[in-house]
T-cell receptor, first 118, second 110 residues
């Protein structure tokens, strides 16, 4: 089946530094990738949608200069949390849509990245 | 926008017990409905889905029926196993994105 990986699985950083999270589709071409954030005991909240080769579309309330998303290839999207602060600590999850499938609803999820900002 | 609501709190039950997790949806039309499962340390996996009213999705012994009259999509399994311990998310598709419920932690005790 379709596999999506994320790297790193967890990261601890100091306040003020930037952190990059990678999301890769391993065996399919992901024309669209989604980035979610999940707080403890909360739902997954969509942060942004990125289409390969174009700018990401951010959800209301998500700072695009804070959360930089790059989707430069059909198998890789990156999320960079710039100047991270403790309130950015969260679980970040990506998902990818297979461009070869007609159904838009089908998404494959990565295992998530746990970010802790000290 | 379209949304789903899951019952509050974790669910703890014994092996071979009957499992029900409630999910209700709010939508302007009749969106597709999903149940996703997240096993410890893994990503979300699609468990089952239904695309229209009265559809029943089923997989791995789990079932959920899309009920228009009660706007519900409750997840059921007749006899759970320890390996079913996971977090279960109800979701709906609308406005080109998935909207998730809060999730329910299910713990099955041997």
């Amino acid at each position: 089946g379709a596999v999506v990986s994320q790297h790193p699985s967890r990261v601890i950083c100091k306040s003020g530094t930037s952190v990059k999270i990678e999301c890769r589709s391993l065996d399919f071409q992901a024309t669209t990738m989604f980035w979610y954030r999940q707080f403890p005991k909360q739902s997954l909240m969509l942060m942004a949608t990125s289409n390969e080769g174009s700018k990401a579309t951010y959800e209301q309330g998500v700072e695009k200069d804070k959360f930089l998303i790059n989707h430069a290839s059909l198998t890789l999207s990156t999320l960079t949390v710039t100047s991270a602060h403790p309130e950015d600590s969260s679980f970040y999850i990506c998902s990818a849509r297979d461009g070869g499938q007609v159904e838009q609803e089908t998404q494959y999820f990565g295992p998530g990245t746990r970010l802790l900002v000290l | 926008g379209d949304s789903v609501t899951q019952m509050e709190g974790p669910v703890t039950l014994s092996e071979e017990a009957f499992l029900t997790i409630n999910c209700t949806y709010t939508a302007t039309g009749y969106p597709s409905l999903f149940w996703y499962v997240q096993y410890p340390g893994e990503g979300l996996q699609l468990l089952l889905k239904a695309t229209k009213a009265d559809d029943k999705g089923s997989n791995k012994g789990f079932e959920a029926t899309y009920r228009k009259e009660t706007t519900s999509f409750h997840l059921e399994k007749g006899s759970v196993q320890v390996s079913d311990s996971a977090v279960y998310f109800c979701a709906t598709w609308g406005n080109n994105r998935l909207a998730f419920g809060k999730g329910n932690q299910v713990v099955v005790i041997p």
